[in-house]
């Protein structure tokens, strides 16, 4: 079955230290995308940072960095130097070209971060 | 560029009625739209895919009899939910296809519907 699987339900981090967030996907389909959002708790689901499946460097943007291992079919989110704004919910999603270009999530992540 | 506009933000209705929620694509063309639902704590889960000019494609197990879903424009997608039941209640969100990698796809800013 093709899936997307988050396995941290909450994580805790200290402000100024960097965090790592997993995602785990699974899908036979060799052409896909996978995002990264945030969603703070006003519900507004904000873009971080997109990686392609044929994308031979790992993503970045800004303070986000994707961990994108193919073979091991992870693709795990690195916050560096968070700040207390940081704290929401995070969730990865796989884009299924072959589907109709559908986004499917995972469970998504709590992260805390610490004063 | 790239908004999407969600209304209504909020809706509290009486079980038994009908609530429609539209989402506008602003400053772009949405030949598709998806309609997703969340619990609170929870993933998003996708609804079903809306396609301009013909019939929305729903996730198995989600009533389409429930969840009327039009997209009869390019820039408007709504989500009618007839006959609201409590267990109806939920943050309901829309996102349109912009394949422009820099913003991903993008999403309304959701509807939380509360039925009493």
């Known amino acids: 079955a093709q899936k997307i699987t988050q396995t941290q339900p909450g994580m805790f981090v200290q402000e100024k230290e960097a965090v790592t967030l997993d995602c785990t996907y699974d899908t036979s389909d060799p052409s896909y995308g996978l995002f990264w959002y945030k969603q703070p708790s006003s519900g507004e689901m904000i873009f971080l940072i997109y990686?392609?499946?044929?994308?031979?460097q790992n993503a970045t943007e800004g303070r986000y960095s994707l961990n994108f291992q193919k073979a091991r079919k992870s693709a795990n989110l690195v916050i560096s130097a968070s700040q207390l704004g940081d704290s929401a919910m995070y969730f990865c999603?796989?884009?299924?070209?072959?589907?109709?270009?559908?986004?499917?999530f995972g469970q998504g992540t709590e992260l805390s971060v610490k004063p | 560029g790239a908004v999407v506009s969600q209304h209504p933000s909020w809706v509290i209705c009486k079980s038994g009625t009908s609530v429609k929620i539209e989402c506008r694509s602003l400053?772009?063309?949405?030949?598709?739209m998806f309609w997703y639902r969340q619990f609170p704590k929870q993933s998003l889960m996708l609804m079903a895919t809306s396609n301009e000019g013909s019939k929305a494609t729903y996730e198995q197990g989600v009533e389409k009899d429930k969840f009327l879903i039009n997209h009869a424009s390019l820039t408007l997608s709504t989500l009618t939910v007839t006959s609201a039941h409590p267990e109806d209640s939920s943050f309901y969100i829309c996102?349109?296809?912009?394949?422009?990698?820099?913003?991903?796809?993008?999403f309304g800013s959701g509807t939380r519907l509360t039925v009493v």
């Open positions: 990686q392609g499946s044929y994308d031979q």
């Open positions: 400053d772009f063309q949405a030949t598709t």
């Open positions: 999603a796989m884009l299924y070209y072959n589907q109709g270009g559908k986004l499917i």
């Open positions: 996102s349109a296809d912009y394949r422009d990698y820099n913003y991903g796809y993008t």
